[in-house]
């Protein structure tokens, strides 16, 4: 197809930045048909900035909150999915934030961001315009990517000295913990913390409660797993293969979660994610 643009990259964080960051995703795309995506819920907040084109979000996990056309848009952990649409034209540097980094990146806590979308503005002031102008000047992918880290790196650099910037060494310990799938109970006498104690302290640092984070951690290495046996041709591993390996009971399970998080059963989800790839979405803004 004439004047079709479809450019997609990614780089973990450097090692420096890695404790606060996962990685960077590049997308940029033009002259393709209309899209509709499902942002999914995940283990990382979600930072995007825009380059040529605003991030359209349709509906947010917050049904609450109004749809809106953001610039750049910093995204709490959340359990439902958000829909992002565009037009035929998408482009942005999208980065996934560890939710413990939130007080020392973003200056609160990840619970007060907890399924909302915000301005990034709102959250940076006049710094993240000065850093979206750099990317738009920047030639390529690995140089914008570097452009992020950079700014993120200041940042931390500023505020990691404040005392209120670090959560608690018990919250850090639960997280490593119940992502590795650790049960709730045993996490919090490890701790040293009741259960409810736990929970009231990762709901405010976090933004899920833990049981959910568990359970939002195992959904999103299941859906990976998905998708990536999907991408091979004649994979022996099915559905029900991949929920057992994962630790889900069995394939009604995984569909309650799938229903939950995803919007739809894995089957059908898996229908329209791979529907979307071959049509020119699935990367990009995938929150």
Do not use: K
Not at 9 to 33: D, I, M, Q, T
Not at 128 to 141: G, N
Request: charged share 25%.
């Amino acid at each position: 197809m004439a004047g079709v643009v479809r450019e997609f990259a990614r780089r973990p964080a450097a090692p420096a930045l890695r404790p606060w960051v996962a990685g960077f995703s590049g997308y940029r795309e033009a002259g393709v048909g209309p899209v509709r995506h499902r942002g999914l819920p995940s283990p990382w907040m979600t930072l995007v900035l825009t380059l040529d084109d605003p991030l359209v979000v349709a509906q947010h996990p917050d049904p609450g909150q109004p749809g809106g056309s953001f610039d750049a848009l910093v995204g709490g952990l959340h359990r439902r999915p958000a829909l992002i649409v565009h037009d035929g034209r998408q482009s942005g540097v999208q980065v996934a934030l560890h939710p413990l980094a939130a007080r020392a990146v973003l200056g609160v806590p990840a619970g007060e961001l907890a399924s909302v979308d915000a301005d990034a503005d709102a959250v940076f002031g006049a710094e993240v315009d000065r850093v979206r102008e750099q990317l738009l000047a920047a030639p390529d992918w690995p140089t914008r990517f570097a452009v992020v880290e950079d700014w993120l790196a200041g940042r931390l650099a500023r505020e990691a000295t404040a005392v209120a910037a670090a959560p608690a060494p018990e919250v850090v310990r639960a997280w490593a913990l119940l992502r590795r799938g650790v049960r709730v109970e045993a996490v919090a006498r490890h701790v040293g913390w009741s259960a409810r104690h736990l929970s009231g302290r990762f709901r405010t640092e976090v933004g899920l409660s833990p049981s959910t984070l568990a359970r939002v951690s195992r959904f999103d290495r299941t859906r990976q797993a998905l998708q990536a046996s999907q991408a091979v041709p004649a994979s022996p591993r099915t559905i029900a293969d991949v929920a057992a390996e994962h630790g889900y009971a069995d394939h009604a399970h995984l569909d309650r979660d799938f229903r939950e998080f995803a919007g739809a059963p894995p089957r059908r989800w898996l229908a329209e994610e791979f529907r979307s790839v071959q049509d020119g979405d699935g990367a990009g803004a995938a929150r």
